[in-house]
């Protein structure tokens, strides 16, 4: 898994992404993971190896969410400064938000990161079909998301990824503007989540 702005919907695996190269300045790459455990308690990461200088500032950002609570959302960190690499989340649903801080376009090398999901599957109960996906040039406006329809007495959750050419939007001088058009009565909450650049303390020459 290589690409960036990828889905995977598995048990376990790896997102492999620019290993041994060179990332860009304002990088910002994200991926959505789903697991197929309805009992599953959430997910396990590991950062297995990275090229990330000390000053990244918590390059790897993940968001967990579950199927079955709406309101539910989990964050951790990985990667400088923090010295463990792996963290259990709870969620059934990951979106993994690569945004390293880049000062003076000094940039590190990219990243193997291995998740799991924690449990079994219960009688081949896997979860219903559902959608994500993750624009990273979209220039078209309006855009056109699928919700999943078939989610009957329980709740589902549709999780889609914008960004700005796979880059983080940092010049004031621009911003986007969100409006939504519902046309699913059986869907009744959006949550948004904006990833902003963070103040990073120091001088990095």
Do not use: W
Request: aromatic share 14%; net charge negative; hydrophobic share 30%.
């Amino acid at each position: 898994m290589t690409e960036c702005g990828q889905t995977l919907h598995a048990n376990f695996g790896s997102i492999e992404y620019k290993l041994d190269e060179f990332y860009g300045e304002g990088e910002l790459c994200v991926f959505i993971l789903r697991h197929n455990y309805r009992n599953s308690s959430g997910f396990r990461f590991e950062l297995e190896t990275h090229g990330f200088p000390e000053y990244a500032h918590n390059p790897i950002h993940i968001n967990t969410y579950r199927d079955t609570d709406t309101s539910f959302r989990e964050t951790i960190y990985l990667g400088p400064p923090k010295l463990v690499q792996v963290a259990n989340v709870k969620g059934s649903v990951a979106v993994v938000i690569f945004k390293p801080f880049t000062p003076h376009n000094n940039s590190g090398t990219g990243f193997k990161l291995n998740f799991k999901a924690l449990g079994t599957p219960e009688n081949g109960d896997d979860y219903v079909g559902v959608n994500q996906a993750v624009f990273n040039d979209e220039s078209k406006s309006p855009i056109q998301l699928s919700l999943t329809s078939n989610c009957t007495g329980s709740s589902c959750i549709d999780v889609y990824a914008i960004t700005s050419e796979a880059k983080l939007v940092t010049d004031p001088a621009f911003y986007f503007t969100l409006s939504l058009s519902l046309y699913s009565p059986q869907c009744y909450q959006f949550n948004v989540d904006v990833i902003q650049e963070e103040e990073t303390d120091g001088d990095y020459g």
